[in-house]
């Protein structure tokens, strides 16, 4: 399998495929997008993915995945990322629908609203903040308990919720107020691949 | 297995969960959550899922399961509704990601401000009708040269993507709008246990 990633360094959408194949030890090459230039609306670009979005994984130069978790359950499976056991399979699925519905939304938009846009008086932000607190909230009651989202080592799930989740300050959040979920990223941190996104 | 669902009957995430156990025969208890009620915010619902949200699947009374599409994924694998092959196991994760990141959160969300909220001035309306028709017009070109969204047959992504593209007029969307779209909606509703969402 060839592999080739088409993302911008700065999303967690896409630093989570990164992490996933630099785990796996997966060669890829990686195509840097401008999202404010405008590259993943591009004609070509839309061909790949018609919902404009980054990231995109290229198979074989003739196979296009977009959707950032589909593309970590796609290089997850039948992998020590992804579990076996049915209920386990669907908690990590679980963790990815949150962090794409609770969690990303917020703290991610956030993050984009006041480090790319620069925007940091934009209205949205007050009621991003209290709903990005909320999700960081679930989580902190979960890593109270676990030390990983689902069963006893990391899987794509703690890949999906790291992304976004050690630059939530670049959005405004205060990780201290969670110290399970600090004690978590460090956690990941020290699992061979799991890496620091640059800030834009 | 023995299966309770706590979910809103109006609900489309509900909803997909129904037509899923409906399909396959699975018998299972129904337990109806008036949201706007607070009932997903009680101690004893958040002890389910912590993130306030319907529905959550319960296993044997001693498992709890929520994320719509993470309980499809449990109920379906294994099953005709979600395939063997690799690729389209993404696939299916795919279609069902981009129905909750981009689709869901503008279409169902119109509905709830109009259907369920009752306020057709809502200051959010026009975005989310703008993210509602790019969503559709995604949808609309997928479907243009494909019968199901995975594959040659109904899979869970079908059943994610039709529980709030059936009920689009109550949010303001027009589906005459989006030929094939209509047209795959009615192939679904030819599929035994595919039905109709009530309307609040």
Same mark, same amino acid.
């Given at each position: 399998?060839?592999?080739t990633v088409h993302g911008t360094a700065a999303s967690?959408n896409c =630093? +989570?495929v ?12 990686w195509r840097e997008i401008d999202v404010l230039k405008g590259e993943s609306r591009t004609p070509e670009f839309l061909a790949m993915n018609p919902n404009g979005k980054v990231p995109v994984l290229a198979?074989?130069? !003739?196979?296009f995945l977009p959707e950032s978790?589909?593309? %970590?359950?796609?290089?997850? @499976?039948?992998?020590? %990322? !992804? ?12 963790? #990815? ?5 609770? =969690? @990303?939304?917020?703290?991610a !938009?956030?993050?984009f609203?006041?480090?790319f ?9 007050? @009621?991003?903040? +209290? ?6 909230? !679930?989580?902190?009651?979960? %890593?109270?308990? =676990?030390?990983?989202? /689902?069963? $006893? ?5 703690? %890949? ?5 989740? =050690? +630059?939530?300050? $670049?959005?405004?959040? $205060? ?18 691949? /799991?890496? @620091? #996104?640059?800030?834009?």
């Amino acid at each position: 399998m060839s592999c080739t990633v088409h993302g911008t360094a700065a999303s967690g959408n896409c =630093h +989570k495929v990164r992490m996933a194949l630099d785990i796996l030890g997966e060669p890829y090459e990686w195509r840097e997008i401008d999202v404010l230039k405008g590259e993943s609306r591009t004609p070509e670009f839309l061909a790949m993915n018609p919902n404009g979005k980054v990231p995109v994984l290229a198979i074989d130069g !003739v196979t296009f995945l977009p959707e950032s978790n589909a593309i %970590l359950w796609y290089l997850g @499976e039948g992998t020590t %990322l !992804v579990p076996d056991d049915r209920l386990a399979r669907a908690r990590v699925l679980q963790w #990815m629908f949150f962090e794409q519905y609770s =969690h @990303e939304p917020a703290i991610a !938009v956030a993050r984009f609203i006041r480090c790319f846009l620069k925007r940091n008086d934009d209205p949205r932000l007050p @009621e991003l903040a +209290k709903r990005g607190a909320a999700a960081l909230g !679930v989580m902190e009651r979960h %890593l109270a308990t =676990h030390d990983w989202f /689902v069963g $006893d080592r990391l899987t794509i799930a703690d %890949l999906a919720l790291f992304a976004y989740t =050690h +630059k939530a300050a $670049d959005g405004g959040f $205060d990780l201290a107020r969670y110290p399970a979920v600090s004690a978590w990223l460090a956690r990941c941190g020290q699992q061979g691949g /799991v890496t @620091e #996104m640059p800030t834009p």
